[in-house]
């Protein structure tokens, strides 16, 4: 029995050598199809997606960028809560500021004035010392960008109980997915908004504090081993020409979605890493290429400063 064969029976069939379908699944994997559209799930960052409506399979290199961008964002939020925290007690050591008073009366509102004027101080002293921290007070809104099976959101609900997340997709085929993958994660569907359109197309004027995208971007004509051309979606898989179609939209109208002290990460073919990091750069913002676990180009990591406009 090949390994491939061994996982399925394991994972799906529960190890009954003889159970129904097994043989029938032995031969999609034998015509070359691949192992995750059989047992019908992939794992991703301890969730388990599920493939339903046969989006792009997600691969290790983005699961590496994804915990890394994850990794990030905990980290900002924790930097914030703590300095917020260390803030506070100070005050309350100096016995600042003094007792609500419920907000009657000329007191009361100055007591309000009060509290606001500490919580921008906290926010002030946090953004000196974590410049390029993802600093909200509000919850921080998250976009998965050409979500496909939704992974990237959905490992964001997981891991940023203080996070809205946002997933965008073209193909309707896949939201039905995507809320399956929600729910059999038990994850917050309360915190989810998936939205079917063409990149930002479907989100009106907002705006977000991190964009993690895998768009298209394999060029035109490069050939693809069997298991993926055969049986992946190539509108996935392929942009036109250069493979940088959508990563120049993409690039194009980042500066006006991407929030002040937000940023985007974006997979991205490594033959084209430096263009498509060029492409992030001549929009004005702060682009670099980050690596994966195999030391490859991999993702375009995009900031946008506190200081600019949109």
């Known amino acids: 029995?090949?390994?491939?064969?061994?996982?399925?029976?394991?994972?799906?069939?529960?190890?009954?050598?003889?159970?129904?379908?097994?043989?029938?699944?032995?031969?999609?994997?034998?015509?070359?199809?691949?192992?995750?559209?059989?047992?019908?799930?992939?794992?991703?960052?301890?969730?388990?997606i599920?493939?339903?409506?046969?989006?792009?399979?997600?691969?290790?290199?983005?699961?590496?960028?994804?915990?890394?961008?994850?990794?990030?964002v905990e980290r900002s939020e924790s930097e914030y809560a703590e300095t917020s925290a260390a803030e506070r007690s100070r005050e309350s050591a100096s016995g600042w500021p003094p007792e609500d008073t419920g907000g009657a009366g000329m007191v009361g509102r100055s007591d309000g004035r009060r509290a606001e004027r500490g919580r921008a101080r906290r926010h002030a002293e946090a953004l000196t010392r974590f410049p390029h921290a993802l600093i909200?007070?509000?919850?921080?809104?998250?976009?998965?960008?050409?979500?496909?099976?939704?992974?990237?959101?959905?490992?964001?609900?997981?891991?940023?109980?203080?996070?809205?997340?946002?997933f965008g997709e073209l193909d309707p085929a896949h939201e039905t997915t995507i809320r399956?993958?929600?729910?059999?994660?038990?994850?917050?569907?309360?915190?989810?908004?998936?939205?079917?359109?063409?990149l930002f197309a479907p989100f009106g004027a907002l705006t977000f504090d991190v964009i993690a995208a895998n768009p298209p971007y394999i060029p035109a004509g490069r050939a693809l081993d069997a298991s993926v051309a055969e049986h992946e979606p190539h509108a996935a898989l392929f942009a036109v020409n250069d493979g940088l179609a959508l990563i120049r939209r993409i690039a194009s109208e980042l500066p006006h979605r991407l929030n002040p002290g937000g940023v985007a990460?974006?997979?991205?073919?490594?033959?084209?890493?430096?263009?498509?990091?060029?492409?992030?750069?001549?929009?004005?913002?702060?682009?670099?290429?980050?690596?994966?676990?195999?030391?490859?180009?991999?993702?375009?990591?995009?900031?946008?400063?506190?200081?600019?406009?949109?």
């Open 1 to 48: 029995m090949m390994r491939d064969e061994e996982w399925l029976l394991k994972e799906k069939y529960d190890g009954e050598l003889g159970a129904p379908g097994f043989a029938a699944d032995c031969a999609r994997l034998e015509a070359g199809e691949p192992l995750a559209y059989v047992i019908g799930w992939q794992p991703f960052l301890g969730l388990q």
């Open 136 to 166: 909200r007070e509000a919850p921080i809104r998250f976009l998965d960008l050409c979500a496909g099976s939704g992974a990237i959101g959905c490992v964001a609900l997981a891991w940023l109980p203080n996070a809205r997340v946002y």
């Open 180 to 198: 399956k993958n929600i729910r059999e994660n038990g994850l917050d569907g309360s915190r989810a908004d998936v939205r079917i359109g063409d």
């Open 50 to 72: 599920w493939l339903d409506s046969k989006p792009l399979i997600p691969r290790p290199e983005t699961e590496y960028w994804v915990e890394k961008l994850l990794e990030k």
């Open 265 to 310: 990460y974006v997979e991205c073919d490594s033959a084209h890493a430096e263009r498509a990091r060029a492409l992030f750069a001549a929009s004005g913002m702060r682009a670099q290429i980050m690596h994966d676990q195999y030391d490859v180009p991999r993702v375009i990591v995009v900031r946008r400063e506190r200081n600019e406009n949109a």
